[in-house]
């Protein structure tokens, strides 16, 4: 069982930055891939970005060059920084375990994110 607390969402104008933190317990944080969703009103929830332990990442299209996701295995936190926000991005903010011996796939209780003047 994995336990996940985000942590860093809030109100931001356009072109801001947040940092999001993703606090990860439970279990050998290096047997997951991390990932942060994000769901908008009216949308599907849809992928930001993955890392592996490894630091091998991926992200949405639409966040490529603003955001990075980042990890820190020694505190077993993961990160996504985020750049010169627009307020499409606003959204509620998942942070996800998925587990890379297992099915398992852990989910956070989410943090709100609004970019808003």
């Known amino acids: 069982q994995v336990q996940l607390e985000e942590s860093g969402g809030g109100l931001v104008q356009p072109g801001g930055s947040l940092r999001l933190s993703c606090a990860a317990s439970g279990d050998n944080f290096r047997l997951y891939v991390m990932g942060w969703y994000r769901q908008a009103p009216g949308k599907q929830r849809e992928l930001v970005a993955r890392i592996t332990s490894g630091r091998n990442t991926n992200y949405a299209d639409s966040v490529k060059g603003r955001f990075t996701i980042s990890i820190n295995n020694a505190r077993n936190t993961v990160y996504l920084q985020m750049n010169s926000l627009k307020p499409e991005d606003t959204a509620v903010y998942f942070c996800?375990?998925?587990?890379?011996?297992?099915?398992?796939?852990?989910w956070g209780q989410g943090t709100q994110v609004t970019v808003s003047s």
């Open positions: 996800n375990a998925d587990s890379l011996t297992t099915s398992a796939l852990y």
